[in-house]
């Protein structure tokens, strides 16, 4: 039950992700998106790894986590490079 109120959570999270990543105005608002999707990306795994009951699982979550960091780190560096040129 917990489980299933959690999926449906999540799911709505990655529709108004998606539809802001869609009408964001700006890069910092798309860069936030994927942020955000990353991180309902890592839940969804976290999620499966309860309810499949796999430990391994949680190795994937690790690498997710540390991708999404280098994503975020490296939109940030590129909206602050480009904001400097303009």
Known sequence: ???TALSIILFAA???GC???LLGP???DRAIVFDLL???LIA???IIA???DDVRAMSLVIVLSILSFIGTSLFA???EKTKETE
């Open 44 to 46: 969804v795994t976290v």
């Open 26 to 28: 700006s890069r910092a």
């Open 77 to 79: 560096y590129h909206i």
């Open 14 to 16: 990655l529709i108004l």
């Open 19 to 21: 539809l802001r990543l």
């Open 50 to 52: 309860i309810a499949l």
């Open 38 to 40: 990353t991180a309902i």
């Open 1 to 3: 039950m917990m489980i």
